[in-house]
T-cell receptor
Framework: KAGVTQTPRYLIKTRGQQVTLSCSPI?????VSWYQQTPGQGLQFLFE???????NKGNFPGRFSGRQFSNSRSEMNVSTLELGDSALYLC???????????????FGSGTRLTVV | AQSVSQHNHHVILSEAASLELGCNYS??????LFWYVQYPGQHLQLLLK??????LVKGIKGFEAEFIKSKFSFNLRKPSVQWSDTAEYFC??????????FGSGTRLSIRP
C-alpha cells in the first residue's frame, strides 16, 4: 500500500506570508500527527488529528493550525511566517484506536520549509 | 512514557564494532516504545517497536532492543555495525493521550 505522502517537498516563503502543507496518510489510518524537526530542537510535536478532530496539541503558538478531512487527509497551516519557522515538517499516520492506542506509526518524507 | 532521554549525542565507531545506544523513559502507564532511524537526507523509518511480550525486540537491519522495566531503559543494539548504518537514531515513546514523544536523537558516524 502507498506510504504517507506529503506535498510539497520543498517550499520557500517570505516572512509574514502564510503556508499550507498537505499530508495524505496510509489508507485506513485515521490518525495523522504533525511534527517540526529542526537541528536545535529535534522533533517537536505539533498536533494530532483523529477522525477530523484535533485530539492532541503541542506547545506551539496559535499561528500553527491544522485540520483533517473526512478522507483522513490533513493540512497544516502556518500564518505570519517567521524566520524561526524554517524546518522540516513531518507528518505521520497511525492505525490509532478510539482510546488513543497506537498501532504503527509511519512518517512521510516531510516538507522542507525555508522562510527568508 | 512521559519523557524520553537519549544521553549519547554523537557516537563514532569503526566498522564491525558493536553498538549500544542508550534510551531512558519515564514511566507513564502502558509502555509503547520505538526506535527510528533517519539516514542522511531521508525520512524517519521505524527500526523496531515494543508494545508488550518478549522484552527483547528484533528489528530490521540486524538491530535489536531490550526493554528493561527496572531500569526504565530501551537500549538499541547491533553486534556489528556497517558504514551504511551512519544515520541519526531516535528513541520514542507514547506519551499521554497517544502523543509520540521523541528523544533528542543520537548521531552515529561509522568510520570505514
Amino acid at each position: 500500500k502507498a506510504g504517507v505522502t506529503q506535498t510539497p517537498r520543498y517550499l520557500i516563503k517570505t516572512r509574514g506570508q502564510q503556508v499550507t502543507l498537505s499530508c495524505s496518510p496510509i489508507s485506513g489510518h485515521r490518525s495523522v500527527s504533525w511534527y517540526q524537526q529542526t537541528p536545535g530542537q529535534g522533533l517537536q510535536f505539533l498536533f494530532e488529528y483523529f477522525s477530523e478532530t484535533q485530539r492532541n496539541k503541542g506547545n506551539f503558538p496559535g499561528r500553527f493550525s491544522g485540520r483533517q478531512f473526512s478522507n483522513s487527509r490533513s493540512e497544516m497551516n502556518v500564518s505570519t511566517l517567521e524566520l524561526g519557522d524554517s524546518a522540516l515538517y513531518l507528518c505521520a499516520s497511525s492505525l490509532s484506536g478510539e482510546r488513543g492506542q497506537m498501532y504503527g506509526y509511519t512518517f512521510g518524507s516531510g516538507t522542507r520549509l525555508t522562510v527568508v | 512514557a512521559q519523557s524520553v532521554s537519549q544521553h549519547n549525542h554523537h557516537v563514532i565507531l569503526s566498522e564491525a564494532a558493536s553498538l549500544e545506544l542508550g534510551c531512558n523513559y519515564s514511566y507513564g502507564g502502558t509502555v509503547n516504545l520505538f526506535w527510528y532511524v533517519q539516514y542522511p537526507g531521508q525520512h524517519l523509518q521505524l527500526l523496531l517497536k515494543y508494545f508488550s511480550g518478549d522484552p527483547l525486540v528484533k528489528g530490521i537491519k540486524g538491530f535489536e532492543a531490550e526493554f528493561i522495566k527496572s531500569k526504565f531503559s530501551f537500549n538499541l543494539r547491533k553486534p556489528s555495525v556497517q558504514w551504511s548504518d551512519t544515520a541519526e537514531y531516535f528513541c520514542a515513546g507514547v506519551g499521554s493521550a497517544s502523543k509520540i514523544i521523541f528523544g533528542s536523537g543520537t548521531r552515529l558516524s561509522i568510520r570505514p
